[in-house]
DNA sequence: GTCTATAGCAGGATAGAC
DNA sequence: GTCTATCCTGCTATAGAC
């Protein structure tokens, strides 16, 4: 079999990851298409080729390479839940903090996505309608169902979901405050830190929502 | 007693005031001088005049505005965490989620503080130096001594760090990411929510911590 | 599908009148 | 201190050759 579409496209993927990177890196105002396709190593002109214009690069970048990854990540989420019997508040948590902290992904690639999504919830775009529906409220309805059965009935589904957002925030930081963290922790991210990260995030996470259980009917 | 100089200065106020909440909004890249000095109701090269250029006044932002919100924070925190006796996990958690939840700011300085803040920890410019050097590490050092005496002494400090970080990430991600929050809880940032924010955290916090006397020794 | 060339505009910054 | 006028650079986007 030999190789199809020499170069054809190839143009397109490499615009959409050095896109993605920079997006991650310094937000969209930030970055100029100049930059974009320099790091691409094309021309100026193919974005516009590809993509149109500047905003539905940023878009794409969401539909083809955001969204997928983070299907990717909710696959590895259920695998390791299946795997450690019915879900409880106990095996959610450590489940989660495992997908988001340790997971399928690469270090750069973990960095990228969660930058990419921390900037959408900060100042959500027309891309936060993509992350928001197509992941994150089904995925958190789906937590939600998973804990519910082992909840009171009296507690509500606001305070689920107040612990999956804290469980997040969390996630989110440790990922996208990197280099901050660094300074003030005075550690590298290397695989000891990330490792220390982890346990911390799932011990923490694991106590936040360990009362759970005893809070239905106040 | 008279009103001492007129309207002098006043513009550079309100140039500072208008700088912050565009940079806060949408990031210092984001953000045109011309956009600013409309805002402000002044002229384009008065930011020239009074800040030399624009990443001079972002970083006057900090400097001016920034650093000494964060002082009235840490006063509030010491003030509310004095009259609850000596500090222990628990109180320090209430104190802090507190300070930074209800305390003496405003609902709309509080979004700005802290979207000015994450910002700087997503993607540290030379501010990051100030809002590290000035307030972070000395806050973080004098949590940290408040804990100690609390703890068995084989606790490595590093551990309460990483609990200080976490209550933080959610402080601050419930403050930045309010749009976002507000599309997924379907909830409005009022009163009623900001109080159902704060129980929330001091809870999970409290928790979170909970774990922490028995820990020292593994 | 990729290139060059360029239109057309918005950006930051400054000079100099008032 | 504040204004207008302007320079110059860098941006996005497009037209048209190859």
Redesign the interface.
């Known amino acids: 079999m030999t190789i199809r579409k020499d170069n054809h496209d190839l143009t397109k993927e490499r615009i959409l990851n050095e896109a993605e990177a920079l997006f991650a ?6 970055v100029s298409v100049r930059e974009i396709t320099c790091a691409a190593n094309c021309n100026l002109a193919a974005v516009n080729y590809h993509f149109r214009n500047k905003g539905n690069l940023y878009i794409e970048v969401f539909r083809v390479r955001w969204v997928p990854r983070a299907m990717r990540l909710q696959k590895h989420f259920r695998r390791s839940l299946a795997a450690q019997g019915p879900p409880s508040p106990t095996t959610v948590a450590q489940a989660l903090a495992e997908a988001f902290l340790k997971g399928p992904l690469s270090d750069e690639e973990r960095q990228r996505h969660f ?1 990419l999504m ?7 775009t027309e891309a ?1 309608e993509i992350v ?1 529906d197509e992941v ?2 089904p995925f ?1 309805e789906e937590l939600a169902s998973m804990l519910r059965p082992a909840m009171p009935k009296g507690l509500r589904s ?2 689920v ?3 999956i ?2 469980i ?3 996630v ?3 990922n ?2 990197r ?3 660094s ?3 005075g ?1 590298e991210y290397d695989a000891a830190f990330k490792n ?2 982890v346990k ?2 799932v ?3 694991l ?5 759970l259980e005893k809070e239905g009917l106040r």
Chains 1, 2 share one sequence.
């Open positions: 890196q310094k937000g969209f105002g930030a930058q921390t900037r959408e919830l900060g100042q959500p936060f928001a994150m409220r958190f606001e305070q979901l107040l612990n957002l804290s997040f925030s969390m989110l930081y440790f996208f405050a280099v901050a963290i300074r003030i922790t550690r220390r990260l911390h995030i011990e923490f996470s106590k936040g929502l360990g009362g």
